[in-house]
């Protein structure tokens, strides 16, 4: 579902002030607005704007006091002012230190007021310097998405909504604009219910953004995967009368000088396979694509934010069911490249179909560096709750380069250890490795990442557990109820910021 909300900015000729506009506005030499935000700082400091207090009839410093904000990142408190004929909403929202998070959050909260509205809203922006305005933009459009599958008749409202930010470049906030545009698509395919959500809807999904974006797609159908010897992802697939498929997107610049792979879990459903779920762990499993959805949405944004590198996305997508077909405990398995494996529980499945992908990414594609996401384990959601996603990685240059893109864009990597000691866990008696550590797994997620190593020979490689981070099960600042699209900013704020 596209977002409605539009940002756009007022490049310093007209006024620069609440305070100006309203009376501008009460003049009718401004557009009508609907709403006004003015930015609390912290310890409830606003910006000196002599224009307004007339208009609102009580004293900034009292209504900041009477509704006792604080400047909390997303705090907001609305009044009502006069500009001539029009009653206009003045909303108050705190920015705290005015960093690019606490900007995001509190974009995020206004722009959940707007992406409710139940008609079309105009408002306007003061007190957004020109190097601010990017993350208080993308927070508004992040915040103003919504995903509905209610029927006409219940729908909730969603009119479109402009909003326009004072003395702020524009250039900015076009980035915003393409940056929410492509995590709305992944939120949007990770939303999307499974009942529809097959592995060729999700290669469909693909073409249609290829079509869009200037990409060329070739989908791997399950037979060509099982003549080629994609061992994992046939094996998932097994069990699904929804066959599997590896969806691989490429993007190819002139000029370009380093090849970059993107690797991404796509699960459709997750149902455990015959290591069947509880039934309240198999709710939230159609978002169980989410590194996926995030491989394609960033896909999608590449050639306008003109990105230099070759890039080359990769999903391997399976539905995980239980059936006469599906593959089993004790099964032995043979991964893209030869390698064997002994399946010692079939919930454990996404390292399988990650593990063809990323050999393929090594051996075939011979990228120059490999990152792939992957919603892979609960361990990860323990260690690191909901905020940050779980680094793993072969490569210090790379890791710094994937933590320092998630820290300015929001999407915070936390970077977990690769202990050789503990790869003895993954050795099996009848196959070249386990999937699983067979002693309990008591580091469920480092034991995970320590098999998808085996996969990636010498590249530079690195695996974001997104388990925590990808989901949401309330709305929060830029981020919605639902798929989060976690890692499609992190990807394209990383891909932008390489070194040619």
């Known amino acids: 579902m596209p977002i409605t909300t539009t940002v756009t900015a007022l490049p310093g000729t007209g006024p620069s002030t609440v305070g100006e506009y309203l009376t501008a506005m009460a003049a009718g030499s401004c557009e009508l607005a609907d709403l006004m935000v003015l930015a609390v700082e912290e310890g409830g400091q606003v910006a000196v704007d002599s224009e307004l207090d007339p208009l609102l009839g009580v004293g900034i410093s009292d209504i900041i006091a009477a509704h006792q904000l604080t400047g909390k990142p997303g705090q907001i408190a609305s009044v009502l002012a ?6 206009v909403r003045i909303a108050f929202v705190g920015v705290g230190d005015r960093s690019a998070r606490a900007l995001r959050r509190a974009g995020g909260e206004i722009g959940r007021v707007l992406g409710r509205a139940d008609r079309a809203v105009s408002a306007v922006v003061a007190g957004q310097p020109d190097d601010q305005a990017r993350a208080f933009a ?3 459009l992040l915040g103003s998405y919504r995903y509905s599958e209610k029927s006409a008749g219940g729908q909730e409202s969603g009119a479109a909504a402009t909003m326009r930010l004072l003395a702020a470049a ?4 076009g980035e915003a604009a393409e940056f929410a545009a492509a995590v709305a698509l992944a939120r949007d395919l990770t939303n999307t219910p499974s009942v529809r959500k097959s592995p060729r809807w999700l290669a469909d999904a ?3 953004v290829a079509a869009k974006a200037g990409l060329t797609i070739r989908v791997w159908a399950a037979e060509e995967l099982a003549d080629a010897g994609f061992g994992g992802i046939t094996a998932v697939g097994s069990g699904s009368a929804r066959p599997p498929c590896l969806i691989e997107l490429r993007y ?18 997750d149902s ?6 509880p039934n309240d762990g198999m709710k939230t499993m159609k978002t169980d694509m989410a590194g996926g959805a995030a491989v394609i949405a960033a896909m999608s944004a590449l050639a306008r934010l003109g990105v230099a590198d070759r890039v080359t996305g990769l999903i391997a997508a399976a539905e995980n069911m239980p059936s006469g077909s599906a593959y ?15 399946v010692l529980n079939t919930d454990a499945e996404g390292r399988l179909v990650l593990a063809d992908a990323l050999a393929y990414a090594d051996t075939v594609l011979a990228a120059d560096q490999i990152v792939d996401l992957a919603t892979l384990t609960g361990a990860a959601r323990v260690a690191l709750g ?13 890791a710094a380069a994937l933590t320092e893109a998630g820290q300015e864009c929001g999407e915070r990597l936390w970077r977990m250890p690769l202990p050789e000691d503990y790869r003895k866990a993954l050795d099996s008696p009848v196959a070249d490795l386990a999937h699983l550590d067979r002693a309990s797994g008591q580091a469920g997620s480092i034991s995970a990442a320590l098999f998808l190593r085996e996969f990636v020979g010498a590249r530079a490689w690195a695996h974001l557990d997104i388990a925590g981070a990808a989901r949401c099960a309330a709305d929060d600042g830029e981020l919605t109820a639902g798929g989060t699209g976690f890692g499609t900013r992190l990807l394209l704020r990383w891909l932008l910021g390489q070194p040619a």
């Open 82 to 87: 006069r500009a001539g004929e029009a009653t």
């Open 138 to 140: 993308e927070g508004v």
């Open 170 to 173: 524009s250039d900015p906030v």
């Open 206 to 208: 693909a073409a249609d």
């Open 252 to 269: 190819d610049p002139p000029g370009a000088a380093r090849h970059v792979a993107l690797v991404g879990k796509g699960i459709t459903f």
């Open 272 to 277: 455990g396979g015959l290591s069947l779920k």
């Open 328 to 342: 089993r405990p004790g099964d032995v398995i043979t991964q893209y490249g030869g390698r064997t494996v002994e």
């Open 386 to 398: 909901s905020s940050y996603a779980a680094l793993y990685s072969t490569s210090d240059e790379l």
